[in-house]
């Protein structure tokens, strides 16, 4: 209904969940260079319980899936709007469910991998028992694998949303800078040149990430401590 009635928003929702993504990398980038200042770190951490905490994870974990799959699909809207309502409408489904079977799926599968592995060391025999030891050994450093590429990800496609959506709304400069950079890095570099043009490319839409998320952390932080001396009984 979006494509079809006000294709025009597409764009700007596009941004926004970019801006989002910048925001949620640049945080985690702060959470993990500054883990004692920051709102959410070890100390706020500890002064939750094991439930409250989980909760917490799971809150803004749901929230940010949320906002990946919402621009998916956007992304997906925007490269079939010339299509018809139902047309648009088939290939929104295949993509939603594609998305949902194969990266949810993956997600719970790695999430219940050591799940798996505690009951292979349990159950089974000599095999069994190593592979499952090796599942639970090997998933949390995983993990933080994950979580490392994870942030590097958000930063990445945050930044290159918005940088592809200001040349959709005819700000075609920084997307033209990003290609200069490339080019020149592609003629020092001679070896795989499309290899050394995606990672140039990709580098500088993490920095305009870094930079928009790092605006957006300061934005809101200062917004939260104007809306909390403004809110009745705080001290002035």
Known sequence: MLGYFAPWLITPLLMIGGIYLCFEGAEKLHEAFFPHVSEHGSAHEKALDATGLENQKVAGAIRTDFILSAEIMALTLAGVSTLNIYSQAGVLAAVGILITAAVYGVVALIVKADDIGLHLTKAGGPLAKAVGTALVKGVPILLKGLAVVGTAAMLWVGGSIIVHSLA???????????????????QIVVVAPQVTIWLATSFVQSIVGIVIGTAAVILLSVWKQFAGRAAPGSPT
Request: no cysteine; charged share 20%; glycine share 10%.
């Open 168 to 186: 959709g709304m005819g700000w075609h400069q920084p997307e033209h800078l990003i290609e200069t950079f490339a080019s020149r890095v592609e």
